[in-house]
């Protein structure tokens, strides 16, 4: 199992960035996919989830209206646009599945949100 996340980096409060995760290794549209993020000094917390077909999502109440989670299964890679951003927002942001029983995840990608 292999994610690799991209699309991180520096943007000013109110930007926008889309997060990417191209996944391989494993029958992608059969698993749910999930991001989190993690700031620095802060536990890793879940961020969104999407069903295996796209159909289902759900965000952690703070991202909720400025996130949206999807997935294009054709391309076995699941995304995360991020509107509105906040400099809370700044995190390392991880890819995560779990596949067979056991808890995969990609290497991060920074976001950072400063003026």
């Known amino acids: 199992v292999q994610l690799v996340e991209s699309g991180g980096g520096l943007v000013q409060p109110g930007g926008s960035l889309r997060l990417s995760c191209a996944a391989s290794?494993?029958?992608?549209?059969?698993?749910?996919m999930r991001w989190y993020r993690q700031a620095p000094g802060k536990e890793r917390e879940l961020v969104a989830v999407i069903s295996t077909d796209g159909s289902t999502t759900s965000y952690a109440d703070s991202m909720k209206g400025r996130f949206t989670i999807s997935r294009d299964n054709a391309k076995n890679t699941v995304y995360l646009q991020m509107n509105s951003l906040k400099p809370e927002d700044t995190a390392a942001y991880y890819c995560?599945?779990?596949?067979?029983?056991?808890?995969?995840w990609g290497q991060g990608t920074q976001v950072t949100v400063s003026s």
């Open positions: 290794g494993f029958i992608f549209s059969n698993y749910a």
């Open positions: 995560h599945a779990v596949v067979s029983g056991y808890h995969s």
